[in-house]
């Protein structure tokens, strides 16, 4: 079943993010208040050009300096890093069992303060040093390839670099607007909801797509 690939999203499907614990945390360092959990516009824009890997990650700090200058850029980058959570041991498991019937590719709107994190944390907590190679047949980080979801641009790229047609892709995102986007390239695509553990979903999306 080599021929159809099966693209993962990060956060939220593979490991937990906790949007409620960054904002405290910036609400904590710059003494704003975003109770509304709206992140500003500065700060989205910010956002959308390092998630491409056009600003630095001391670029990207300064952003924050609009609110309090004095934040250190170590203080910014911490903050920044809480939205990241877990990634259960068993889901390594649950990736090679697809990789051994399925192509694998992870599809990521991620920046270079993100995934060093990742890499710690992966390294630290489940003594994995190569996740890309050992669990995917490749992977497509926003900040890498200069591109990101939903803009659609980035769903032909993957699809030109993996060689294969979108009938034959399965992609799981948690965000409607880049299931949409997807769908709208030709590809099978599903909503996963976070409550839900991707293990105990994947069976009906494989079933949605007609891959089982």
């Excluded at 990521?108 to 994995?128: A, G, M, T, W």
């Excluded at 996740?131 to 769903?155: A, C, M, N, W």
Aim: hydrophobic share 40%; with cysteine.
């Amino acid at each position: 079943m080599k021929e159809r690939v099966i693209i993962f999203d990060f956060g939220n499907i593979l490991i937990s993010l906790d949007f409620e614990r960054s904002f405290r945390a910036f609400e904590d360092l710059l003494n704003v208040d975003w109770s509304d959990r709206m992140i500003p516009g500065v700060v989205q824009k910010a956002i959308y050009q390092y998630d491409r890997g056009r600003i630095s990650d001391e670029e990207f700090a300064k952003t924050f300096h609009v609110y309090n200058p004095d934040a250190s850029f170590a203080d910014i980058y911490k903050a920044w890093n809480t939205l990241l959570g877990i990634i259960p041991s068993n889901r390594f498991e649950f990736l090679l069992s697809l990789k051994a019937k399925y192509k694998l590719a992870l599809l990521s709107n991620i920046n270079n303060l993100h995934l060093n994190e990742v890499h710690h944390y992966l390294r630290n907590e489940h003594s994995v040093h190569d996740f890309e190679e050992r669990f995917f047949d490749q992977v497509f980080y926003s900040h890498i390839i200069g591109k990101r979801k939903p803009d659609l641009e980035t769903y032909r790229y993957v699809e030109e670099n993996l060689g294969i047609s979108g009938e034959n892709i399965l992609f799981i995102d948690d965000m409607e607007e880049n299931v949409l986007a997807a769908r709208n390239c030709g590809w099978n695509a599903c909503v996963h909801n976070p409550a839900h553990s991707i293990e105990n979903k994947f069976s009906e999306y494989l079933i949605a797509a007609g891959f089982e």
